[in-house]
């Protein structure tokens, strides 16, 4: 059987991802990327830490961030997200920025971290004030807080769930519920923080009803990573990848966004 027609494989895109070692939510990530970009992700070293601020600081060394990108440069990425919100904002804007220059230093590419997309995403946005829902604990959360406030955002109101282990099994419906706690009159957009918080098919539901644009860790992420190869991130009905998604009646006239069907949960599983 002759099989030529077909021409080979098509050549794909590399971006490199380096997640902390209980991230969760690959398959998330995968649905942001077009059929043409390939992921590779690396994790870093197991710590029998929950999570928590000291975790953050330990999954974000440098020389950790610098070891994962390593592993990564023989299938040569176009470029490399640090799949971490905590761990990206921990050290404030300073430190966020330090990361960066550690993994291009290490690979020889761009490189992206969540905190620095969520900026990025606000700015492409023009949002000067947002609403945030964490499954942190306080502490971390409170630092998130701080972190938006020094990039000169203003945080309009917070809803936190408290969590330090098993995020990636909050159901769409806890994460709905938060949102709805934490949005306020005034919010120009709301911010869903955690990389391992299951959100994709919540993004387009919650912006349906809030009337604002929803971000959410993973998705700043792998939109700010593959604008930096030049194509777009996959995400329909969502503001920040769909321009069309971007007109509310309550804030800027026009058409309302088509509500769209109430999305599944994401299945319980026994905790552990």
């Not at 999954?59 to 990108?69: I, K």
């Not at 470029?79 to 050290?91: D, E, L, R």
């Not at 300073?94 to 606000?122: D, K, N």
């Not at 006239?253 to 299945?267: Q, T």
Request: some cysteine; hydrophobic content about 45%.
């Amino acid at each position: 059987m002759d099989i030529s027609f077909l021409g080979g494989p098509r050549p794909q895109r590399g971006v490199g991802v380096v997640a902390p070692f209980d991230f969760a939510l690959d398959r998330e990530l995968w649905r942001w990327v077009p059929d043409e970009v390939s992921l590779h992700l690396t994790r870093t070293p197991f710590v029998p830490v929950e999570v928590s601020l000291d975790l953050a600081r330990l999954v974000s060394e440098h020389e950790t961030l610098s070891e994962g990108v390593r592993t990564l440069t023989a299938i040569s990425p176009e470029v490399v997200a640090y799949a971490c919100t905590s761990g990206s904002f921990v050290g404030g804007v300073a430190g966020e920025r330090a990361m960066c220059e550690a993994m291009t230093q290490a690979g020889a590419v761009p490189s992206v971290t969540t905190s620095g997309a969520l900026l990025e995403a606000l700015t492409e946005l023009g949002v000067r004030r947002v609403a945030l829902v964490t499954p942190y604990t306080v502490s971390v959360t409170r630092a998130l807080e701080e972190y938006v406030a020094e990039a000169g955002a203003v945080v309009t109101g917070c809803a936190y769930m408290g969590l330090t282990r098993h995020i990636w099994k909050v159901p769409y419906r806890d994460v709905a519920d938060m949102a709805r706690r934490a949005v306020r009159p005034g919010a120009d957009a709301l911010f869903i923080s955690c990389t391992n918080l299951p959100t994709y098919d919540v993004i387009p539901q919650l912006e349906a009803e809030l009337r604002i644009p929803v971000l959410s860790a993973n998705q700043v992420t792998m939109w700010a990573a593959l604008r930096r190869v030049g194509t777009r991130a996959v995400g329909s009905y969502q503001a920040l990848i769909d321009p069309a998604a971007r007109i509310y009646p309550t804030t800027r006239g026009g058409p309302v966004p088509p509500v769209l069907p109430d999305v599944p949960d994401v299945p319980e599983q026994e905790q552990q």
